[in-house]
């Protein structure tokens, strides 16, 4: 059998990007529509966290000038002022979803959730507008509980199946899936629950990010079998289950700082379509990129009957074998006007295709 050496699919959904504000979210944007992405859905955890259709919709009006082409689809951040009223307009003004996190356990999440039972009048609203609820999927740690870091998504997955029994119409997306055990438990679940994958969860290890800062993320990447779960989902082309970087940009300084990396993987550069084409191919899953990628998210969000993209962003894009090297970062001038960079995923590592 020849080896495939080019490959084309139809412009990829990216199902959960973060694009920051001021500075940087004007050096990270651009560089989502030079990946060749069609959609972008986009997180709300900002300074302060988006929680209004107004602020959802003056961010989106900012990235489209940013990334004219490129589909936003807008989050709202679940939190007390959400209320079913401000639901009803959210879904009229075609904002997607509502992202849960609970509090404190990543980037920007102290004004996460305590409880999910306060907000079921937010969920049957939600329900009722076919409004998507993504959940980060992790309980805040607790020694006295045995809870840390490497169980807290394990121990997520009750609220998964609680929520999901209670609003079994609810379109619920648990995020960056990273163990076998939430693998297992969206393929028990019914149509309405799915699951996003990030490149780096399907490239990583717990070893690989102990001691290294720019692969530290939340959730942290797993055991080898909890990987190897992840890719085998792909291999076994379930619909349910569908590309979300969780790409993660922050300047390098707040990665780098002595004793406090913050959390996140920036992957939301134009090497996306070559990280994933590189990795599914090591675990052999090459054939599977397109329904991943372009495919099943789609589906799930139902883009084509609720939020039609211009024609012109559902362009083809083409990939080649050949190798590219990522570079070491991405510079910019923050907000303060001093010089800043974001290191990219595999910064310096070698990747088996590139863009055509
Ligand atoms: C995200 C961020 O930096 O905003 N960080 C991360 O590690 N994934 C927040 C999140 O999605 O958890
Ligand atoms: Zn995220």
């Not at 102290?110 to 049957?124: H, L, N, Q």
Request: glycine share 6%.
């Amino acid at each position: 059998m020849s080896e495939i050496t080019t490959l084309s699919i139809p412009a990829p959904d990216d199902f959960h990007v973060h694009l920051r504000q001021g500075a940087l979210m004007r050096a990270v944007t651009p560089l989502i529509r030079d990946s060749g992405i069609a959609t972008a859905y986009v997180m709300p955890n900002l300074k302060p966290p988006v929680t209004t259709t107004e602020q959802a919709l003056a961010y989106k009006k900012q990235l489209e000038e940013l990334a004219p082409g490129v589909n936003f689809l807008m989050t709202l951040y679940l939190s007390p002022e959400l209320t079913p009223e401000e639901i009803k307009k959210a879904a009229k003004a075609g904002i997607a979803g509502v992202k849960s996190y609970p509090r404190g356990v990543t980037t920007n999440s102290d004004s996460g959730i305590e409880s999910y039972e306060t907000y079921y009048p937010v969920f049957r609203a939600m329900e009722e507008s076919d409004m998507v609820l993504n959940l980060h999927g992790e309980v805040p740690s607790d020694p006295s509980s045995d809870i840390c870091i490497m169980n807290a998504e394990e121990k997520f997955l009750t609220h998964l199946r609680t929520l999901h029994a209670a609003f079994p119409k609810l379109r619920i997306v648990l995020e960056h899936a990273t163990t076998q055990a939430a693998v297992e438990t969206v393929k028990s679940l019914g149509d309405t629950v799915a699951c996003t994958i990030t490149v780096h969860h399907l490239t990583l290890t717990v070893d690989d990010w102990a001691g290294q800062a720019h692969h530290f993320c939340k959730p942290v990447a797993k055991f080898p079998h909890d990987r190897a779960a992840l890719r085998g989902v792909i291999r076994e082309a379930h619909p349910r289950f569908f590309l979300g970087t969780d790409s993660a940009p922050h300047p390098r300084k707040n990665k780098e700082a002595a004793g406090t990396a913050v959390a996140g993987v920036f992957t939301g550069t134009p090497l996306l379509l070559p990280y994933l084409a590189s990795v599914l191919e090591e675990f052999g899953a090459l054939e599977r990129l397109e329904g991943f990628v372009s495919g099943f998210g789609r589906r799930f969000y139902k883009l084509e009957e609720r939020h039609p993209a211009p024609v012109a962003t559902r362009a083809v894009i083409r990939l080649k074998r050949s190798e590219v090297v990522v570079p070491q970062e991405y510079g910019f001038v923050d907000d303060e006007g001093e010089k800043s960079s974001v290191v990219p995923f595999l910064a310096g590592k070698t990747l088996r295709w590139s863009l055509a």
